[in-house]
């Protein structure tokens, strides 16, 4: 899906000059008035990032940023000296802090920038996905064995603290490793660190 630059600027002379400079740059762009025309009209599902004035007439720009910083790459545009709104700004992690005027090259690097991160962003959010929903199909035994075997314990070691014979933790740790189609130990390893769990918190 081709990414969708989201241009959020009450300002009607910049939106139009600003669309149109993206658009000469090869991205697609979609423009907004409004913070409440934005929140109603885009999808969010689709691959982008967020150019954004903070001064909108609707809503502050900081808390437009608060909502669509999770979702995407955001990128604050600001007409204004307001010292305390850019910090706060700064604060939440904006790939990138233009002035008004700012120039066509800055923002053009900034998108790229966003576009990339994005990407990134999305990839790592999918394997999340991913990894959570095979985990979800462990039992409460077998992510105890699941526990013991990244902890690097041995077959027998699991088995005595766990109460059970080493041939059930065999079976336990076969059943793992298919849920998580793993091969190996390192898989098991990647497979928490791409669902976000700490090794040791497994149960």
Known sequence: MTPLVHLIDDDEAVLRATVRLLRSAGYECAGYATAELFLKGHDPSRPGCVVLDLGLPDMHGLIVQDI?????PVIILTGTADVAGTVQAMKKGPVEFLTKPFLAEDLLEAVRV????????????????????????????????????????????IAWLLGMSEKTVKVHRGRVMDKLEARSVPDLLRTLRDAGVDPGTTT
Do not use: C, F, H, I
């Open 114 to 157: 966003a576009l990339e991160r994005d990407a990134v962003m999305r990839l790592d959010r999918d394997r999340r996905e991913v990894a959570l929903k095979r985990l979800s199909l462990l039992t409460p035994r077998e992510r105890e064995v699941l526990a013991g075997v990244v902890a690097g314990k041995l077959n027998k070691q």
């Open 68 to 72: 669509v910083g999770p979702v995407y």
